[in-house]
C-alpha cells in the first residue's frame, strides 16, 4: 500500500498559511497537520501541543542530536522542527500529512520524502502581507520588520515549489488548492 499524502505549505508570513490549512482539516480528506517544535514563546490563544510544541532551547538542540527531527531549521531567530513521530507513522495508516514549515524545512524535507507534494503560498501584492501581519497584532514592530525582510527571501524561493497558490481571496485559495489535493488523495485511495 502506498504511502497517504504528505503535502508541504509554505510561504511569507501573513500569506495565509495558517487559515487555509486549519480550513483544509474540516475535510473531506483524512488530514492531520504535523505539529511542530519550536522555540519562540506562544502567541496568546496558541495551546502547547496544539499549534506548536513550545520547547527551550536545550531541549531543542537534545532532540536534533538524537536524530528526532524529520526537518529543523532556524526562522526568524528561533528554532523551529517536524518531528518524525508527526508525520510517518500517520501516513502509514493512511492518513494524509501537512506541513506547516519554511523553505529551508521544505527544501529538507523533499530530499527525504521525493514523494511530497510541495505548495507555495502567496499574495499578488507584497503590501498585503505587511497588512495582513498588522492587522494581526500578534507581532513586535521588530518582529514585523524581520518577518518582511525575511518574506522577500521566501517569495524567490517560490519557484522551488510544485505549485503556487494566490491567497488574495481566501475561498478561491482553497478552491486551488482542493483541486490539487484530490487527485492525491484519490491516487491513494486507489492504491
Ligand atoms: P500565516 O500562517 O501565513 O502567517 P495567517 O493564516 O496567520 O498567516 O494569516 C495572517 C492574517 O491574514 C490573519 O489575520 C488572517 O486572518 C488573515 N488572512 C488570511 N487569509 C486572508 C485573506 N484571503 N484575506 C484577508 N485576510 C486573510
Ligand atoms: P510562526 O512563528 O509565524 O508560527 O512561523 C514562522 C515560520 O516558521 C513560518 O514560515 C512557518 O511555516 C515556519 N515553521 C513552522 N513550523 C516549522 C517547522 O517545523 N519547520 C520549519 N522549517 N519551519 C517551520
Given at each position: 500500500?502506498?504511502?497517504?499524502?504528505?503535502?508541504?505549505?509554505?510561504?511569507?508570513?501573513?500569506?495565509?498559511?495558517?487559515?487555509?490549512v486549519r480550513r483544509l482539516?474540516?475535510?473531506?480528506?483524512?488530514?492531520?497537520?504535523?505539529?511542530?517544535?519550536?522555540?519562540?514563546?506562544?502567541?496568546?490563544?496558541?495551546?502547547p501541543g496544539v499549534h506548536y510544541h513550545f520547547w527551550s532551547v536545550p531541549e531543542f538542540l537534545h532532540a536534533k542530536d538524537?536524530?528526532?527531527?524529520?526537518?529543523?531549521?532556524?526562522?526568524?531567530?528561533?528554532?523551529?522542527?517536524?518531528?518524525d513521530n508527526e508525520v510517518t507513522q500517520y501516513r502509514h495508516l493512511g492518513?494524509?500529512?501537512?506541513?506547516?514549515?519554511?523553505?529551508?524545512g521544505a527544501e529538507q524535507v523533499r530530499k527525504r520524502c521525493p514523494d511530497a507534494v510541495s505548495i507555495f503560498i502567496r499574495t499578488s501584492r507584497f503590501e498585503t502581507l505587511e497588512e495582513r501581519l498588522r492587522q494581526r497584532h500578534t507581532e513586535s514592530e521588530d518582529a514585523i520588520q524581520k518577518r518582511l525582510t525575511n518574506a522577500r527571501a521566501e517569495l524567490a524561493r517560490a519557484g522551488e515549489y510544485n505549485y503556487q497558490v494566490v491567497n488574495d481571496d481566501l475561498e478561491s485559495a482553497l478552491?486551488?488548492?482542493?483541486?490539487i489535493l484530490g487527485p492525491l488523495f484519490q491516487r491513494s485511495a486507489d492504491a
Open positions: 500500500m502506498s504511502l497517504a499524502p504528505l503535502i508541504i505549505v509554505s510561504g511569507p508570513s501573513a500569506s495565509g498559511k495558517s487559515t487555509i482539516l474540516e475535510g473531506p480528506w483524512p488530514l492531520r497537520l504535523s505539529v511542530s517544535v519550536t522555540t519562540r514563546p506562544p502567541r496568546i490563544n496558541e495551546q538524537q536524530g528526532f527531527f524529520l526537518e529543523w531549521a532556524e526562522v526568524h531567530g528561533n528554532y523551529y522542527g517536524t518531528l492518513q494524509g500529512v501537512v506541513l506547516d514549515i519554511d523553505v529551508q478552491a486551488s488548492l482542493r483541486a
